[in-house]
């Protein structure tokens, strides 16, 4: 990091700064598969046992050996039994019998094919006939074609979801190691926040960014330890930071780091810990504060609401993860032409606020939500998605392509 200037740098460069520094947490716990669900898996997870667990019919019909099937004309075969879901049957199948099948029923031993009940006819409860052009070995699932025994079936890192809690129960796995939960503390600072429920005293506002960030942590399924509002207060401030580290893998607030700040964030911030300022090429949201405070990890987020946001999308969340010991996915990213132009300066990354929207022919489009100031949580409110320009990127045309990230899954 040699041309890593500390005070002005790109979004890039903050975020491999911030990443090269996280550990994953290392410690685990047990759960049951039922409770396993937005954990992240410690280890890796294999079956021993086949998925089927015996060859079985994908359809209702009549099991046979494929080498008995007729080639010009229909022929006729004996039933000998049947085999239904749960109830196999327990014999053989020989040249021309037949064994009545449902879908999920055991394949009695020899046969390895099922002819589908419309293609018979059925003469009453012991003979049914089978036209020719059945081809062998049809509609009948193998075992182990899902998951054999011995294979892998979910990595380490991995955040487990639904069909993962199935795949679990469906191979016996009753518990899960799991990592223990990142546990974040975090406030905001500012002699003009008051909470919801108050009222609005003269010159104040209300804290809005304790609700978002609140909202954005449980997404994120750490565990979130909300220490509400410290005044502007030198040993309000020591102590709230002092207490957070202590309780946190990482702390997070709201406020305090642009220059010129009328408060003790950054003072106490240089005796406590180890932090720098960035002015980050990014808009919203260029103040930002990352190091480290005792064993954790602080972001001084900016405090205007649009730009806590940003930051948090941009720098947070992928640090979190990475503690969270969740292998890196970027998000998904999609480029469609914009419905009306856009001011853009270059020199910066921009995040603007966007509506992506889906034509009756399947086509995409993106529109901006309206005035894009770093305090007007409306924007992000009303857009579904982020309209994300590089650095390099001037102002932009109606109907020119942009980059947009959808909201799902990430706010
Ligand atoms: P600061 O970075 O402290 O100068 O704050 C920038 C702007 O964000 C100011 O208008 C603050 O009033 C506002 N702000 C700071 N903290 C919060 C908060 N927790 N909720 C809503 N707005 C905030
Ligand atoms: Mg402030």
Redesign the pocket.
Known sequence: MDDFDPESITPDQAAEHIQSTICPVLETETVSTMEALDRVLAVEMHSEIDVPGHTNSAMDGYAVRGQDLPSDSPETFTLIGSSFAGHPYDGSVGAGECVRIMTGGVMPDSSDTVVIQERVRVFGDTEIEIPAGEKPGQNVRAAGEDIAAGNVILEPGRLIGSADLGLLASVGIAEVSVLRRVRVAFF???D??QEVGEPLQDGH??????YTLSAMLRRLHVDALDLGVVRDDRAAVVEAFRAASEQADMVIT?????VG?A?YVKDVLGELGDVNFWKVAIKPGR?LAFGQIGPAKFFGL????VSVMVTFYQFVRPALLRMAGMAEQPPLALQVPVTSPLRKRQGRVEYQRGTLRRAQDGSHTVACTGAQGS?ILTSMSQANCFIVLPMERANVQEGETVEVIPFSGIT
């Open positions: 905001s600072t500012g003009e926040l506002i209300y804290n809005s960014n304790r709201s406020g305090g780091v642009s700040e408060d103040p900016p405090g205007n609401p305090g």
